[in-house]
């Protein structure tokens, strides 16, 4: 029972990995809850609740860097609410019109029109949108290193417990 669970486990953080890259489902979250969820089963002691612990934390590091970046350099140029209504808009809409990759494409293009409105000219938009893009890649390249060393620490506590 325990290799199937812990294969069950892996399966769900690899995914999870792909969801951090691709957002279409929570990517941290699956793999954290596979990685805690998996530790407590292999033993509920101070050693499991002490990964779970970091796990957690990475979980939160994560999770915040890819909302902190994003929108810090956003408030830095200036971007309002109604940026941020047209960047949901375009993001439900492209998720709508294209499934999965629409979600991205259709947030910069939401994006891109908030600002474009705002500051009323295409060189000013353009620089904006691009910077917030950025950032947001950042925050995405910063949640997979640390998915991937969420996934490691689960790796080596799971070899060094069997």
Known sequence: MEPLVLG???????VGLLGVVVPVMPGLLLVWLAACASLLWQGADATGWVLVAVQTALFGLGTAATIYL?????RAGGLGARTAGTTLLGAV??????PV?????????????????????HEAAWTSTVGVVRAYGLGVLVELGLGLLMVGLWAGAVLLRL
């Not at 994003?70 to 956003?74: D, I, S, V």
């Open 8 to 14: 069950v486990a892996l399966l769900v953080m690899l």
């Open 101 to 121: 990759v629409g979600l991205l494409l259709g947030a910069g293009v939401g994006l891109y029109v908030g600002e474009r409105v705002r500051l009323g000219y």
């Open 70 to 74: 994003p929108t810090r350099t956003g």
């Open 93 to 98: 809409a492209g998720f709508v019109l294209i």
